[in-house]
C-alpha cells in the first residue's frame, strides 16, 4: 500500500464528471481530500491524498491522464517560498501540524514539511512577508 | 584592563581585532573569565531584524524639465508626504496604498504599502511615480508620471524615528475572539503568544545602561553603514530593571538613519500583518567596543537573564490598564511554550532570530576585514527619561 498526495486541475470541459467516485469504485483507493474548489461551469482545482496498491494507483492516474486534468503528484496546492522567508518562526505557533518548524533550535530557521501540510491555510492568513501561498 | 577607541579602531584597521557574536561570547567568557576576555576581545557583534514601523526613507528624484515643485505624490500608489523641497518626499513605511480598504472588509489584508515600496525600491525594480503640483512660475509643471528605480533618485536615505526597541511586551488575548495585532494574529482565550526581540542578540539588551551606543554610533543597517543620529521616539529609559540593569518592558530606542542605495534587499522587508496595517521589518547591527570588563559583562547577557511582560492585547494594551498577566525569560519563550494561567502555551516570535544572527556574522566579518570602524557616540542617550502620556484637553479660552 501507498499513499500519495496529488493535486489536480481541472479545467472547465472536465468539471462536470464524477471523475473522484470512479477513482473510489474502480482503483480501490482511498481518498482523503484536502481542499476542493470545483464549480460547475468554472474550472476546478483538488488537492488531496490517495492510497492504494501502487499497481492501482498507476493505474487510476493512467485513468485521469485520458481527461484534459493536469495532475501535480506530490504536491501541495500549497506553497511555502523558502528564499522569501525571514525565519520570523511566527507561523510556527498557528500550523497545526507542525509542517512549519525549526529545522535547528540554535539557528531557528524554519522549514516546511510538505508531508505533514493539512492546507488548513492559517499560514497564509497569518505570514507577514507573504510567504505562502495558495494555488487556488 | 580597558581600551581606547582609537585602539580598538587600530585592530580593526590592521585586521587584527578579536570579534565575537553576542551569542559566543557567553561561551567565551564563561571559559576564559571576565579579566583574561576583556584584554582578548575588542568587539562584540549585536543584531535584530524585525518590524519596526516608525521607518521611513526621504527621496530626492531630481528635475523633470520644466521643473514641477511635487505637492503630492505617490509611488506604486502608495502616498508620500510632500511638505518639503520640490523634489524631495517622505515614504513612511505604515502608508497604504490609495484605495486599500482597511479594515473595512475586517479582518483586512493590507497587502501593499510603504514598507513593500521600500523593499521594492532597495531591490532594484522599477516603480511608478505619480506627482501633481498646483504649478509655480518658477516651477511651471503641474504633474508627472514615470517609472523609476533607485538608481534614478539622487539619494534615498533611510531616517527611521525609532527603531531597535530595547525590549518589548509579550502579547496574548484573553477576550473570546481573535484579535489582529502589530504583533500578529492572536487566539482567543490565551491560545497563543507572541513577542518581538532578539534576547540576548539585541543591541540594546547587550548595553542596557547605553554606555557605548549613543547618538553618533556607526550601525550596520541593513547592509549599508549607517548612524544613530537621535534618541528614539519613545525613548523611556526610566522603566522597570533587573538586577543586571536590563529593563523588563520597551525603554529605550534608536533613530537610525542609512543610504537605501548600499542596502541589501533580505534585510529590508515589507510586512503585512492581517486586520492590522502595513510595515517594514528591517535588520540592524550593533558593534560594542570591548572598553572595559564591565561593558563586556553586560554584552554576556543570556536569554534567561532577560525578562518581558505579557500583556492581554484584547484589553490591557488598548485600555492602558498597565496590567501585566505574567512575567517570563526569553529563555521560556524561545522555548516554544509557557505555562500561564495553568495550561502550556504556544509562542512565536515576529522577530527573526536567524537573522539577527545572520547580521551578527556578516557584522564581525567586516570588522575582521578592517571594513567597518567603530565611532564614539558624540552624545549619550537619556537615563533617566519617562515618557507622557496625552491628555485630552479642550480649547484655551
Not at chain 1, 2 to 13: A, G, V
Not at chain 2, 62 to 87: F, L, Q
Not at chain 2, 102 to 130: C, S, T
Not at chain 2, 199 to 208: E, M, V
Request: charged share 20%.
Amino acid at each position: 500500500m501507498k499513499t500519495q498526495k496529488i493535486y489536480l486541475y481541472f479545467p472547465k470541459s472536465e468539471t462536470d464528471k464524477p471523475i473522484i467516485c470512479h477513482l473510489i469504485r474502480n482503483y480501490d483507493l482511498t481518498i482523503n481530500i484536502f481542499r476542493a474548489k470545483v464549480t460547475p461551469e468554472e474550472e476546478g482545482h483538488l488537492s488531496l491524498e490517495v492510497t492504494g496498491t501502487e499497481e492501482n494507483i498507476a493505474k487510476a492516474f493512467q485513468y485521469l491522464e485520458g481527461f484534459d486534468v493536469i495532475i501535480h503528484t506530490g504536491a501541495k496546492a500549497v506553497h511555502w517560498e523558502g528564499q522569501r522567508c525571514t525565519h520570523c518562526g511566527n507561523c510556527l505557533s498557528h500550523c497545526p501540524t507542525a509542517a512549519l518548524h525549526f529545522a535547528d533550535p540554535n539557528t531557528r530557521e524554519v522549514q516546511f514539511d510538505e508531508e505533514k501540510c493539512i492546507e488548513c491555510l492559517s499560514c497564509i492568513t497569518n505570514c507577514p512577508f507573504g510567504v505562502c501561498s495558495s494555488a487556488f | 584592563m580597558s581600551k581606547t577607541y582609537a585602539e580598538i579602531n587600530e585592530k580593526i584597521a590592521s585586521g587584527k581585532a578579536v570579534v565575537l557574536t553576542a551569542e559566543e561570547v557567553i561561551d567565551y567568557v564563561d571559559k576564559k573569565g571576565v579579566e583574561q576576555a576583556a584584554a582578548e576581545i575588542d568587539v562584540v557583534t549585536t543584531a535584530t531584524f524585525g518590524p519596526m514601523c516608525s521607518s521611513g526613507c526621504f527621496l530626492n528624484f531630481g528635475h523633470s524639465t520644466p521643473k514641477m515643485r511635487i505637492s503630492e505624490a505617490w509611488i506604486e500608489d502608495v502616498r508620500a508626504y510632500c511638505g518639503i523641497a520640490a523634489v524631495d518626499v517622505y515614504l513612511g513605511a505604515t502608508e497604504l496604498r490609495h484605495n486599500d480598504p482597511a479594515n473595512m472588509y475586517y479582518p483586512g489584508e493590507f497587502r501593499y504599502g510603504g514598507g513593500h515600496v521600500i523593499e521594492d525600491l532597495v531591490a532594484g525594480k522599477k516603480l511608478q511615480l505619480f506627482g501633481l503640483s498646483y504649478g509655480t512660475d518658477d516651477y511651471p509643471r503641474r504633474e508627472i508620471r514615470t517609472m523609476f528605480d533607485i538608481n534614478d533618485l539622487n539619494q534615498a536615505i533611510m531616517s527611521n524615528p525609532r527603531n531597535c526597541y530595547q525590549n518589548y511586551n509579550v502579547a496574548t488575548n484573553t477576550s473570546d475572539k481573535t484579535i489582529y495585532t502589530y504583533l500578529g494574529i492572536l487566539k482567543p482565550r490565551i491560545r497563543n503568544l507572541t513577542y518581538s526581540s532578539a534576547g540576548q542578540l539585541s543591541p540594546l539588551l547587550n548595553d542596557p545602561l547605553y554606555q557605548t551606543i549613543g547618538i553618533g554610533t556607526s550601525i550596520w543597517l541593513a547592509g549599508a553603514r549607517g548612524i544613530v543620529y537621535a534618541e528614539g521616539t519613545q525613548h523611556c529609559s526610566k522603566v522597570e530593571r533587573g538586577d543586571n540593569d536590563v529593563p523588563v518592558e520597551g525603554a529605550g530606542t534608536l533613530a537610525l538613519s542609512g543610504d537605501m542605495k548600499k542596502m541589501q534587499s533580505e534585510f529590508v522587508r515589507g510586512v503585512s500583518l492581517k486586520g492590522y496595517g502595513v510595515s517594514l521589518a528591517l535588520g540592524v547591527g550593533i558593534p560594542i567596543p570591548i572598553l572595559n570588563e564591565e561593558i563586556l559583562m553586560r554584552t554576556t547577557v543570556r536569554d534567561r537573564d532577560i525578562s518581558a511582560c505579557i500583556i492581554d492585547y484584547a484589553h490591557d494594551y488598548p485600555q492602558k490598564t498597565g496590567k501585566v498577566l505574567q512575567k517570563c525569560t526569553y529563555e521560556q519563550l524561545r522555548s516554544g511554550t509557557i505555562e500561564i494561567q495553568g495550561k502550556e502555551v504556544k509562542v512565536s516570535s515576529m522577530s527573526s532570530y536567524n537573522k539577527a544572527l545572520k547580521i551578527c556574522e556578516l557584522l564581525k566579518a567586516e570588522i575582521q576585514d578592517g571594513k567597518f570602524l567603530l565611532s564614539e557616540a558624540s552624545q549619550r542617550l537619556p537615563l533617566n527619561q519617562s515618557m507622557q502620556a496625552l491628555n485630552i484637553q479642550g480649547p484655551t479660552k
